[in-house]
């Protein structure tokens, strides 16, 4: 409780809404605070109408509002913990004690997470699926990745959708440039899981991203479909960098965003 407290007060601190200390007790200061941010995320819409929290729901409720309103990335404003609450914590804390964000600067490229369309509109900005351009691109790697299904098979390139070919190569050459080879292969990046496939989202009845090249999926056997942040390996904070560079690129983590499928991104937005 007492961190939680403290992580709010730096938030809201951040915010503006907090003067008084960082101490990780919730006095007067922080009960009004707290007061404040609530209510200012009821005026502006980020909780649903009428929603109250009690406890220590309100705490991380108002956290969530104060990180949001400072541009980081909390998700709604749910009274709840989640992957993106805590990332967006952990980003704020770099900033705090770094000087500077963690986030790489991803509006100089033109490449902002609003780049990519919807997931529901990928077929009018992509072509229909299964089409040429949907293999059309090719991705070369900065070093030999394994088959994840198959060690032994190594593969220098892999073809996507034409349209995502420079980011997803900017992405792996990134990653591999920011851990080194050896991290990068210990973290088992190097694990392809595929990228075009023609086919169904698995358990459903839409087309899977995957049909139109614009999907990856790394190291499978260690992030699992239905695996949530507490056993999927890539929800590990060690991937935090990995996450700030595939984002940076407007790529989208179902993981990250959804807690399940941890081992696929996108270039398609979910909402
Ligand atoms: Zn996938």
């Known amino acids: ?31 009004t605070a707290i007061s404040i ?80 369309p919807l997931q529901r509109d990928v077929e009018s900005v992509f072509g229909p699926a299964g089409g040429q351009q949907c293999t059309a ?26 349209d995502v070919e420079k980011p997803l190569e900017a992405i792996f050459r990134e990653a591999a440039a920011a851990y080194g080879e050896n991290e990068f292969r210990r973290l088992r990046l190097d694990r392809f899981g595929g990228c075009f496939n023609h086919r169904r989202m698995r358990g459903g009845s839409r087309l899977s991203m995957h049909s139109w090249g614009i999907a990856v999926d790394l190291d499978p056997e260690r992030n699992q479909l239905r695996w949530n942040s507490d056993r999927a390996a890539f929800a590990h904070r060690d991937y935090r960098l990995w996450w700030q560079i595939v984002e940076s690129h407007g790529a989208v983590s179902l993981g990250r965003q959804r807690d399940f499928d941890w081992m696929h991104f996108q270039f398609a937005r979910l909402s």
């Open 37 to 116: 941010a609530l209510r200012d995320a009821a005026a502006t819409g980020s909780t649903g109408p009428g929603a109250q929290f009690e406890g220590e729901r309100r705490i991380v409720a108002a956290m969530q509002h104060a990180l949001n309103v400072t541009g980081f990335d909390a998700g709604p404003v749910d009274g709840y913990v989640g992957p993106r609450t805590r990332g967006s914590l952990e980003e704020l804390m770099h900033l705090l004690g770094e000087g500077k964000p963690l986030t790489l600067d991803r509006e100089d490229r033109g490449e902002g997470p609003g780049r990519w």
């Open 1 to 31: 409780m007492r961190d939680l407290i403290e992580a709010a007060q730096h938030a809201l601190r951040h915010a503006k809404l907090y003067e008084g200390l960082v101490d990780g007790i919730a006095g007067r200061k922080t009960r």
């Open 137 to 162: 691109g090719r991705v070369v790697l900065p070093f030999a990745f394994s088959l994840a299904w198959d060690l032994d098979r190594t593969l220098l390139t892999f073809s996507c959708h034409a």
